[in-house]
């Protein structure tokens, strides 16, 4: 991070001088920050949202390294409920919940898939209904599992038609 706002990078960097390098370089710019499965939060990491308390060392919250108001977001992902509200918040916090309807599944399903899955199975004879239960099945309805799922049915059904292609170009 520090590279990337063109200070050195050395081992005796204190947050002392790293938050106000940080709000220095953010300020005025639109800024994204994903802290990716968050699992334990230390309080250094509560209430992003806060704006600099001139009661408080700057090294006090990450927060405070983070100008408001230029369009820059922190986004916080994670299992764990209350570690996520500590960080962003109540007013903040979205849960992603799983899809409950087999239909909403399988539209995501071949949307990830792409027209490659109607044309297989119209030449192979495919059971889509069957397909369409086992996707609901396997995922357990969470967005990011159909849609992997969708992706690797595209690589299957892709190399298979190539070998298809090449097998007749052969014979």
């Known amino acids: 991070?520090?590279?990337?706002?063109?200070?050195?990078?050395?081992?005796?960097m204190q947050l002392d001088r790293l938050i106000p390098l940080l709000h220095r370089n953010l300020w005025g710019k639109k800024y994204l920050i994903v802290l990716d499965d968050a699992r334990d939060a230390d309080p250094w990491y509560y209430?992003?949202?806060?704006?600099?308390?001139?009661?408080d060392e700057w090294k006090s919250f990450l927060a405070y390294g983070l100008p408001k108001g230029s369009?820059?977001?922190?986004?916080?992902?994670?299992?764990?409920?209350?570690?996520?509200?500590k960080m962003v918040g109540e007013h903040n916090l979205h849960k992603v919940l799983p899809l409950s309807d087999q239909e909403d599944c399988w539209s995501l399903f071949k949307e990830s898939v792409g027209?490659?899955?109607?044309?297989?199975?119209n030449k192979n004879g495919m059971n889509l209904?069957?397909?369409?239960g086992e996707v609901h099945a396997k995922s357990n309805g969470m967005p990011l599992a159909i849609k992997i799922m969708g992706?690797?049915?595209?690589?299957?059904?892709?190399e298979a038609s190539a070998e298809?292609?090449?097998?007749t170009a052969t014979d």
Do not use: F
């Open 71 to 85: 369009g820059g977001r922190v986004v916080v992902t994670g299992r764990n409920e209350e570690v996520a509200r």
């Open 151 to 158: 992706q690797i049915m595209k690589e299957r059904l892709t």
């Open 115 to 121: 027209p490659c899955l109607d044309e297989e199975a």
């Open 129 to 132: 209904e069957a397909m369409k």
């Open 47 to 55: 209430n992003l949202g806060a704006e600099p308390n001139m009661e």
């Open 1 to 12: 991070m520090l590279t990337q706002i063109g200070e050195d990078e050395t081992d005796d």
């Open 164 to 167: 298809r292609i090449s097998r």
